[in-house]
C-alpha cells in the first residue's frame, strides 16, 4: 500500500466504524508509515493502547477518531515532501 492510497482510504473512513479504524492503524504500523511508538507519543497514549487499537479490541471515542485521522495524513503527507 502507497502513502497515497492510505491517505485516500483514511479519508474515505467512517470515525463511527471500529473496524474502519482498527484498519487504518493497522495498515499504518504494518505498512510502515509509523510505529506505534510514534502514534502512542503523537496522542499521548501508552504503547498498549495502540496494541489494543491496532487488534480493534479498543478504540477510541469516536468524536476522538476524527483528529487520529487528520494528524495520520497530516503526517503521511508531510513525509512525502
Known amino acids: 500500500m502507497t502513502r497515497e492510497e492510505l491517505i485516500a482510504k483514511i479519508e474515505n473512513a ?6 474502519d ?5 493497522a495498515m499504518t504500523i504494518d505498512n510502515g508509515f509509523l510505529t506505534q511508538r510514534d502514534i502512542a507519543r503523537e496522542f499521548g ?6 496494541d489494543r487499537w491496532k487488534s480493534g479490541s479498543h478504540a ?4 476522538m477518531r476524527k483528529a487520529v ?9 508531510q513525509a512525502t515532501k
Open 45 to 50: 497514549c501508552s504503547l498498549p493502547t495502540v
Open 69 to 77: 485521522f487528520d494528524t495520520l495524513i497530516k503526517q503521511l503527507r
Open 60 to 63: 477510541p471515542h469516536y468524536f
Open 14 to 19: 467512517s470515525t463511527k466504524s471500529d473496524k
Open 21 to 25: 479504524f482498527q484498519e487504518i492503524i
